[in-house]
């Protein structure tokens, strides 16, 4: 199979035909990690690579540009350092999404009418979006654009975006004009994800990101965890808060026993969403 039948297999079996915009976000992913794989590439290689047209691959670097994750000079594209393009909603977008999907629908038994709930910028509360208008009437607290924009033409839904430094890579506000916002308020529940658990305890790559997590941790009544199996596989710099401090930890049926067992064994209220997989077996 060539370079472009494989991208373009790829593409059709993670997203829906006819989202362009979701097709647009996993060929840039791809591009992405192919340049943080070779570490710089010429940009008419991603043209051969990808089937895409020269103006194309010009657009996505310079999309990914902007957002901090590549560099640009004279036709050559360098990656910046692994950490950030990991963190970037670009790659994580379509990252597990089908464990996302599962992540998210399983939360939603956790919301009741006429809560306050803070949703951070993870992409896996992303997926709770479209869940959402059968728990109306809500307020949504946040401080992602992208989740801002997902819930703005749902009825009966009140948006608080939460503004201050916007950082594109990750395309969402942090940093002390936002952590001052979240402090003046008081949510019922919050909803958020990290980039990895180690040792039981929640990391993220990203200072100004858990800055921003904490507040809105601190300033809820309930908070719950969305974590798929792949984070217990990942390291990340900045530690954030123990899983014994959560009241409740959602993660996907891939995620290894021993980890489940562990947890219980703790006293950490953990909840398995069933994953469906193509054929998988009963």
Sequence with gaps: MTNKAAVGQLMSEQLPSD??????????????EAVMAEGSMRIEDLTARFGISLMTAHRDVDELVSRGLFRKTRGIVTAAPTSLIESSDVYRSTRQSAEKRAIAEAAMQFIEPGQAIFFDDS??????????PAKVPLTAITNSLNLMNALREIRDLTILGLGGHFY???????GRMTTNEIMRLRADTVFMSMSAIIDDTVFHQSPEMVETKRAMFDCAAKRILLADHTKFDRRA?????????????????????IHLERMRSKGIKVVVARTERPNAMA
Excluded at 19 to 32: E, G, K, N, P, Y
Excluded at 168 to 174: E, S
Aim: charged share 15%; glycine share 2%.
């Design 123 to 132: 992409t896996t509360v992303l997926q709770m979006a479209a869940l959402l």
């Design 19 to 32: 989202s362009r915009h979701a097709r647009q976000l996993v060929r840039r992913r791809l591009i992405a």
């Design 237 to 257: 710099l900045h530690s954030f808060a123990s899983l014994t401090e959560f009241d409740i930890v959602i993660v996907d049926d891939g995620t290894p026993i």
């Design 168 to 174: 594109n890579w990750c395309n969402a506000f942090m």
